[in-house]
């Protein structure tokens, strides 16, 4: 008999690379890439992984010409989380917290 696979995810999981940044510690922040990224969380390429268990805030721009047409600029996703799994090359990271703001804001922050 043929053993069903099932997927154990709660969201369904995309295909997105795009640019994000990562903020932890104090000041300090490193600009990665994701691979995938669902509604709970993301995995980001990184040559040298953060340690599980660190706390992130992740903010990922999303370029959409029909929103910037409308509002002038871009659109930032800001989510809280933490570093859940590494390997050799990147690391993944699980939601905890979001706020979607437009480009425009990110300079207030």
């Known amino acids: ?4 696979s099932y997927n154990k995810r709660k969201f369904e999981r995309y295909d997105l690379q795009v640019p994000a940044q990562v903020d932890f510690g104090d000041s300090a922040t490193i600009e990665f890439c994701t691979r995938d990224i ?4 993301a995995y980001l ?17 999303l370029s959409n010409e029909h929103m910037e047409r409308i509002t002038g600029a ?3 996703i800001r989510v809280q989380g933490m570093v ?3 390997d050799t090359k990147g690391m993944a990271v ?3 917290g979001h706020e979607i ?3 425009g804001s990110m300079m207030d922050n």
């Open 84 to 86: 859940v799994r590494c």
């Open 45 to 61: 390429y990184a040559a040298q992984p953060l340690q599980e268990g660190v706390k992130v805030t992740l903010d990922i721009i």
């Open 94 to 96: 699980n939601f905890s």
């Open 101 to 103: 703001m437009h480009a």
């Open 74 to 76: 871009k659109c930032r």
């Open 1 to 4: 008999m043929a053993q069903q």
């Open 38 to 41: 669902s509604a709970s969380g």
